[in-house]
């Protein structure tokens, strides 16, 4: 089956820690993205990479570090200096990047804070 | 900055009823999605909508965009208990950048 997986499901993180958050897709997409998602908020993005070997930083990088070495992979990195980061974590690929290119979400990581 | 405006926030409707939710957006855009979250769950696209005009109905949810008014709204006709969640809309700027709105939720009660 074609789809995006995200793992783990649920992280523990204790203050000052840093956390990586998996993202795997096998649609053989160019382009993939990470969202943080607040209670009662809508998404904002954290990074996005439009090709392999290539990122740059959404609305919110601070405090998150992103590679993008294999096309299928784009894992997260939550490191110590984000002050806040329980929340709940979305992937999504895309295609391509570009106005005509609708996303596909994978279902989701949520990390809290100890 | 694109700015994306979703009314109202928070819906409880009653079975059977009718209802519409908006999507503002602040600058031009002919690229606009409507998805749907369940409780922690991940977001299920509902509706890609292209241009202006566009309409598109799935079951008792239909979606339209209005590029020049830069409104879409997402209309509930007969709203069933299933159709608890929240909606988002995201509206896609010229440079391929996704902005969300921040939720719709929806509660249908018998």
């Known amino acids: 089956d074609g789809g995006i997986t995200q793992s783990p499901k649920y992280l523990f993180r204790k203050e000052g820690q840093n956390v990586t958050l998996s993202c795997e897709q096998n649609?053989?997409?160019?382009?993939m993205y990470w969202y943080r998602q607040d209670p009662g908020q809508g998404l904002r993005l954290i990074y996005y990479?439009?090709?392999?070997?290539?990122?740059q930083k959404g609305d919110i990088a601070e405090g998150y570090s992103v590679s993008r070495e294999k096309k299928e992979s784009f894992p997260l990195t939550v490191t110590s200096a984000q002050k806040n980061p329980t929340a709940f974590y979305l992937c999504?690929?895309?295609?391509?990047?570009?106005?005509?290119?609708?996303?596909?979400f994978g279902p989701g990581t949520r990390l809290t804070v100890l | 900055e694109l700015k994306v405006e979703q009314n109202p926030l928070f819906l409880s409707m009653q079975e059977g009823k009718n209802y519409t939710i908006y999507c503002n957006y602040s600058?031009?855009?002919?690229?606009l999605y409507w998805y749907r979250q369940d409780p922690g769950k991940s977001l299920e696209s509902l509706f890609v909508?292209?241009?202006?005009?566009a309409v598109k109905q799935e079951g008792r949810l239909m979606a339209s965009l209005d590029t020049k008014a830069r409104l879409s709204t997402l209309h509930i006709t007969a709203a069933v208990h299933d159709l608890s969640a929240t909606y988002f809309c995201?509206?896609?700027?010229?440079?391929?950048?996704?902005?969300f709105g921040d939720g719709t939720t929806l509660t249908v009660k018998p």
């Open positions: 999504a690929s895309s295609p391509s990047w570009g106005r005509y290119n609708e996303q596909f």
């Open positions: 649609l053989n997409h160019d382009a």
């Open positions: 990479s439009q090709i392999v070997n290539d990122f």
């Open positions: 600058t031009t855009s002919d690229r």
């Open positions: 909508l292209l241009s202006n005009g």
């Open positions: 995201a509206v896609v700027d010229n440079a391929g950048k996704s902005t």
